[in-house]
């Protein structure tokens, strides 16, 4: 393989894995302050000993994701220097803002929440909870920012021409704001709090299960539940406003997104299918007719603008674009059913009984994270042959002195690391899992105490 091809592997690995970790710290962040907030009203020494526990699960997945992020830094200078010399100054004010006014914030508060539980006030470390909690999401902003202006570009100009070319901010609002940030970053979030929600439930149906840790079990199920099916829901209506505006930002990924190669009115919605590239066709699918056209429009006489209508140089790769697509959708409204069917028995109050239910639960942790993966694949493929969209093509980013060889050899190198973080993260969760909640963390003081008020 050339060095642009295996440039891209190595990016999308080292990217991929590191964005298992940090939907974790967002969506366990909700789930903290949520937990610690109900102990505060009502003195539960239950919420205290979830508020400990699920803490010692959050660090972990912190720790890990500041491990694996920094290497992408590092892979910018290295693999695409072009790249990063040309949009050096917008992309290097989002990641400096997210570095001093989120991750500083974050990690600051980190100690007081990990350590301070008998050293500090409730209220105060209550205060920090909600601060870790703000900075994960502050993360999020600044990163989805600086992704998003990759595909939507605003607020700036070129200056210089050729090589020296580079963007320069004009506007910096207009940069943050540019047209794809907010519904992006709305549908990553939603994503991130799925995660964390159903990592909670996950372990919680293992616990009830197994018969272990039973009231601790059904408590933080509850929450995860209460939190999952809000979620799944806010992220249903989020992914629809993030594809009307492809389509009407970047209407040659919309087309990938729907394998769609001809403009037309009353287009269809396809289901399922397989696209033929060659032959620029579905070689099967199953369709809903007109459906497109009135998801994006909100009228099935609207046109939807197909493939052939960009040169063949400017086409993203469909296939691989629509499985991907297709299959975030699938497993999104998966998930919206498995988190309502779950709160639904839970009203019921026979969620506990049914053990095939617990069982699906309890692998229900894969799909946030499946869902968000394929998601990113589908909108990082689907700009391409664009690194920035309209204004720099991904052939011209790389780095000129990189060659094959130095690509192969670190992309071993990462692999080996990585699947050696992995085993170690996942040695580390299963060691918390099997311990379970301690009974010291009832109360502050470690003793047992019935709740002041209910």
Do not use: C, M
């Given at each position: 393989m050339d060095v642009l091809?295996?440039?891209?592997?190595?990016f999308a690995f080292t990217i991929a894995f590191h964005y298992i970790y940090p939907p974790l710290s967002i969506g366990l962040g909700v789930i903290l302050v949520i937990i610690e907030a109900r102990w505060l009203k009502?003195?539960?020494?239950l919420h205290h000993q979830m508020a400990r526990f699920w803490t010692k699960v959050f660090a972990?997945?912190?720790?890990?994701?500041?491990?694996?992020?920094?290497v992408m830094e590092f892979e910018f200078g290295t693999n695409w220097a072009t790249y990063s010399r040309y949009v050096g100054d917008v992309f290097g004010s989002a990641l400096a803002a997210e570095g001093i006014f989120a991750f500083f914030l974050e990690s600051g508060f980190l100690a007081?929440?990990?350590?301070?539980?008998?050293?500090?006030?409730?209220?105060?470390?209550f205060f920090a909870t909600c601060m870790v909690c703000f900075g994960a999401h502050f993360s999020a902003i600044w990163i989805v920012v600086a992704n998003s202006w990759q595909q939507t570009p605003a607020g700036y100009h070129i200056v210089g021409e050729g090589l020296s070319a580079r963007a320069e901010i004009t506007d910096f609002w207009a940069m943050v704001f540019n047209p794809s940030s907010m519904d992006r970053l709305s549908h990553v979030l939603c994503g991130a709090w799925q995660a964390g929600a159903f990592l909670v439930i996950s372990v919680s149906a293992f616990y009830l299960l197994r018969k272990k840790h039973v009231d601790f079990a059904k408590a933080s199920l509850k929450v995860g539940l209460a939190v999952a099916a809000i979620a799944s829901l806010l992220q249903l209506v989020t992914g629809h406003d993030s594809a009307v505006g492809v389509a009407?930002?970047?209407?040659?990924?919309?087309?990938?997104?729907?394998?769609?190669?001809?403009?037309?009115?009353?287009?269809?919605q396809a289901l399922v299918g397989w696209v033929d590239e060659r032959n620029e066709q579905f070689l099967f699918s199953v369709e809903v007719p007109g459906m497109l056209s009135w998801l994006i429009h909100g009228d099935s006489s609207e046109p939807v603008t197909g493939l052939r209508e960009f040169k063949p140089e400017d086409r993203p790769p469909v296939n691989f674009v629509f499985q991907t697509y297709h299959a975030m959708i699938s497993i999104g409204m998966a998930l919206i059913g498995l988190s309502w069917l779950g709160a639904f028995f839970w009203w019921r109050g026979t969620l506990f009984e049914k053990r095939w239910l617990l069982w699906m639960l309890v692998f229900s942790v894969l799909g946030p994270q499946l869902a968000n993966q394929l998601g990113w694949f589908s909108a990082e493929v689907g700009r391409q042959p664009w690194i920035v969209y309209g204004l720099l093509r991904t052939s011209e980013g790389l780095s000129k002195v990189v060659t094959a060889n130095m690509v192969v050899t670190?992309?071993?190198?990462f692999t080996l690391v990585y699947a050696l973080l992995f085993a170690v993260f996942v040695y580390l969760l299963n060691d918390k899992i099997q311990h379970g909640p301690d009974t010291a963390d009832l109360t502050p003081t470690g003793k047992l105490a019935l709740p002041e008020r209910s």
């Open positions: 091809t295996l440039s891209r592997i190595q009502t003195r539960n020494p972990l997945t912190f720790a890990i994701g500041v491990a694996t992020g920094i007081v929440l990990l350590f301070g539980w008998d050293r500090v006030k409730p209220a105060t470390h009407k930002n970047q209407p040659a990924k919309l087309a990938a997104f729907e394998g769609r190669y001809e403009t037309r009115t009353h287009a269809p670190s992309l071993i190198l």
